[in-house]
Nanobody, 124 residues
């Protein structure tokens, strides 16, 4: 059973930056794609970014493309999300997730394991 723990959220003004971290434990995770998803108040959970098991491929939603960067450090069992030029519409709870499939990369993902999330609030 894998455990995912997010950190790094907070309150920031529009235009600011935050770096989210996800610590993975419980078993080896470096053969799975990892992702970040977010949920705003009153809205469905939405995809933000994903990274392949070896970090060679990334994918972003249109709304964050060019502003957010996903990365991973398999030696440290960590996944990161660098968020720049934040906007009020980026506000939400950000969850780290693991694709259930081993050694694959999209085009769809099976986000089977989730963390509790970290709150990001962007003020205007």
């Amino acid at each position: 059973q894998v455990q995912l723990v997010e950190s790094g959220g907070g309150l920031v003004h529009a235009g600011g930056s935050l770096r989210l971290s996800c610590a993975i434990s419980g078993r080896t995770f470096n053969s799975h794609a990892m992702g970040w998803l977010r949920q705003a108040p009153g809205k469905e959970r939405e995809f933000v970014a994903a990274i392949s098991w070896n970090g060679g491929n990334t994918k972003y939603s249109e709304s964050v493309q060019g502003r957010f960067t996903i990365s991973r450090d398999n030696a440290k069992n960590m996944v990161y999300l660098q968020m720049n030029d934040l906007k009020p519409e980026d506000t939400g709870i950000y969850h780290c997730a693991e694709d259930a499939r081993v050694g694959t990369w999209g085009p769809i993902f099976d986000w089977a394991s989730w963390g509790q999330g970290t709150q990001v609030t962007v003020s205007s």
